[in-house]
Each structure stands twice: as C-alpha cells, then as structure tokens.
C-alpha cells in the first residue's frame, strides 16, 4: 500500500490494489474495487497509528481496489467534524471516526446515514445513529489496571502509598477508564492514596503531568495512565527522576501498544498495561465495514474487552496481536473475553 501525505490537508491517502485472494471468497462476497472508506483521526498517537495499519491490513486481505484514506484531526474536535463534512460532501461510502460526543458529531452522523453511507464510531463515546458503535470496557478494564496496583502496592509497600493518576477530561467515559482505576486501587488497597490527579492525552503532556506530580509529591510510588501515550510519558518522566527499580515505582496504563509491551517485557518500572486487543478490535471493524458496503446487516454495537498484560504473560498477548488473521488466531473473533456483539443500539452521553 502507498501512502501520500498531501500537506494542505494533512490528508494521508492509501489505496488496496493489487492484493490476491481466494477465489471462492472474491466470488462469495462480490468485489468492492473503487470503494472509499474515509478515516476521521483526532490525532496522531501510537495506538491509533497501530489500529489503522491493522485495519489496512484486512482491507488488502479482503478487499483488493478499496481506497482507505485518513485524515488527521491535529487534536481539533471542529477539524476532525469538518473532515467528517468533507467525506460526507465527497460521496465516501464508509466513514470510520474516532470523536468526542457532541450534538455537531450525532447531526453528522444523521446525515451521512441518510446519505447511505457506513458510519462507524470507535470512540470513546458512542455516537446516536451510527451503523456501528464501537466501544471499550471502559471503567472495567481501568478497575482491573487499579486492583494490579493495589496487590503490587500490599506486595511492596505494605498496604501504604501515595499513587497519582492521569486521566482525560475530554471524554466522559474516558474519565470512567480513570476512575476505575480510582476504584481498583481503594478495592484492593483502602490504605492507598491517591494525592494528585492530573489530564492529558499524549507523550508529553504526560510527561510534564508526571514531572508535575513527583515534584509536587516526592513519596510517590505509582502512576496509574489512562492510556498507553500519556503512560509512556509517565514513564520517561519518573525514570529521569531516578525511579528505577520496579520494587520501589510502578506505571500501569491501558490500551496495549507496542512501545509499552516492549518496556513492560524489560521487567522494570512499567509493569502493566491493559491491551484491549486492538489488531482484533481493527480486523473486526473492517470486516464489519466491508459487509455492510455489500448490503449486509451488520450488528450495531460492538465491545471491544482485552487482556491485562504483564510481564508474566506479554509473550502470549504479543503472540495474540502480530497475526490476527492467521488462522490459528479465528478463534479469538468468538472469544467473548475478547470482543461481544449486542443487536441494542447506543446513544451518545448527550442524548
């Protein structure tokens, strides 16, 4: 696949051509060659770079001569509905968004449905309307990141520790991935306290947020991140701090993206994420997307579940991840710890 970054509007544009497949399975499901399936990215961070690549993938799998074309929001929530107005005006026949809830997004969504076209959310949030809602577990997932911290905490520290949190404010159920781990941690460690919250979304911003927290903190012994980017910037930040040993400083976060299955495979202060699996969560969109460009009904609300990773088991989870079109791996696509399909449709937290 090419990929042409067109600098006027930070438009990346790949085309699936000339990919094989079965023929039985081209005769079977009809060829969608010249279809366009535009992408509307709030920004560019490491797992959504990974869950585009995987839904690249499949589309070159199975579907030879569609146009898979992604537009980066640059973290402007009125760019990124602007990009969705733009596929919409264009005739795309498949839109996929990943956008914060408002009532701009859910009027979007209504007039591209009517349009027939394929709108697909993997936000946060759900959006009212849309042929398919694409969602995490959220709070459960960030409970699971809090109950590790607490154990590691009792292991460690003996029940006592002051523990800051990174969270996002610009997404109700964002902050319910923060606050299950909140409620993890208390569940698992009532003695623990958590003495500094802060938000952000990306490397940096939780880099600076950490530096913020351990200065302000010095007895600090764990960062909990609500996503993996902010994690990572935890990371760097405590390790410039001097935090090092792992019995001393733990950082858990979730999504599950490479650069942090690879730290947390070191063995040192990053010692958990929660990966929800995302190559599964891709591959299951895009199939979801090509059935419905064939006129297929496709179910209207997906959750995607996943996997606490740690260093005990990140061998089998990245073993999980490199090939889930491998047919070992169609297992999983049933697996309801991985991913569940429900015919009752969401609204977004507005409506």
Known sequence: MRWTAVASGGLLIGSAQGCSKPAAENAASGSLAGKRIGVASPHRVEILNDLYAEMRREAERSAPGVEFVVVDGENDPMKQLQDMESFISQGYDAIFFLA???????EIVARGVAAGIVMVSHGASPATGATQNIVLDQHESGRQVGLLAAKWINEKRGGQGEVGVLGNSADPLLELRAQGMKDGLIEGCPAAKIVAEVHGHSIELGASGAANMLQAHPNLCAILAHADDP???????????????????????????????EKIGEGGIYQATWSYLF??????AMRDILSALRGEAIKPTRTQIGRLATSANIADVRRMCEDPQAAENQQYFADTTILTYSDVPLESPQA
């Open 231 to 261: 994690g990572f910037g935890c990371y760097t930040a405590a390790s410039e701090a001097g935090k090092s040993n792992p019995d001393e400083f733990l950082v858990a976060s979730c999504d599950g993206t490479d650069m942090v299955l």
């Open 100 to 106: 914060p809830p408002s009532v701009g997004l859910d």
């Open 279 to 284: 190559p599964y969560s891709a591959t299951a």
